[in-house]
């Protein structure tokens, strides 16, 4: 089954600076998500996405963070003001509904 | 939060050996259980899953067993080879609710030639 592309795979960036992390599914794909591995952590669940909409978010996603999908095509997170325990490795993964989530291969935030 | 636990952080085995990773879970709402399996530096990937209407799941060297009434969960992978060394994360799920996955804390297993 064809990946999902994320870019960059890696970003670094400064505290307090703005970042877009992008993700191209497959078009037919419906839902969307984004969770996020700290370095040696669990994977966490951040947001999904459907039909254009967050349908459901963690905790952590508060208003620092937000969501689109504005061409049809891409989907983004974005972090407006970063900070230094947003670094960790976030993925986003996609399922047409009915199929277990598959996963890109990331892209590696590091906030310094 | 730990929902979903994986108490063992490595295991190895011998090549051609079995290989039973274990995952514990708390919440009962939890109707689906997936196992990835992560390399370094890329996405989790999909192995197998299972839904809470089944206690046994196979495909190929993977069997994923689920015992409900002790929220325990199990992957077999037989026979093991080297290139199946790699982290193991059991995630959980309820399917009304979006396809969140809750994921355990992951087992690095280590198969030896």
């Known amino acids: 089954e064809p990946e999902v592309t994320q870019t960059p795979s890696h970003q670094v960036t400064q505290m307090g600076q703005e970042v877009i992390l992008r993700c191209v599914p497959i078009s037919n794909h419906l839902y969307f998500y984004w969770y996020r591995q700290i370095l040696g952590q669990k994977v966490e669940f951040l947001v999904s996405?459907?039909?254009?909409?967050?349908?459901?978010k963690s905790e952590i996603f508060d208003d620092q963070f937000s969501v689109e999908r504005p061409d049809g095509s891409n989907f983004t997170l974005k972090i407006r003001s970063t900070k230094l325990e947003d670094s960790a490795m976030y993925f986003c993964?996609?399922?047409?509904?009915?199929?277990?989530?598959?996963f890109g291969n990331g892209t590696r935030l590091t906030v310094t | 939060d730990q929902q979903v636990k994986q108490n063992s952080p490595s295991l190895s085995v011998q090549e051609g050996r079995i290989s039973i990773l274990n995952c514990d879970y708390t919440n009962s709402m939890f109707d689906y259980f997936l196992w990835y399996k992560k390399y370094p530096a890329e996405g989790p990937t999909f192995l197998i899953s299972i839904s809470s209407i089944k206690d046994k799941n196979e495909d190929g060297r993977f069997t994923v067993f689920l015992n409900k009434s002790a929220k325990h969960l199990s992957l077999h992978i037989v026979p093991s080879q080297p290139g199946d060394s790699a982290v193991y994360f059991c995630a959980a799920a309820r399917m009304d609710s979006s396809y969140k996955l809750i994921f355990g804390s992951g087992t690095r297993l280590l198969v030896r030639p």
């Open positions: 996405f459907y039909n254009n909409e967050i349908s459901e």
């Open positions: 993964a996609r399922t047409t509904g009915g199929s277990p989530l598959h």
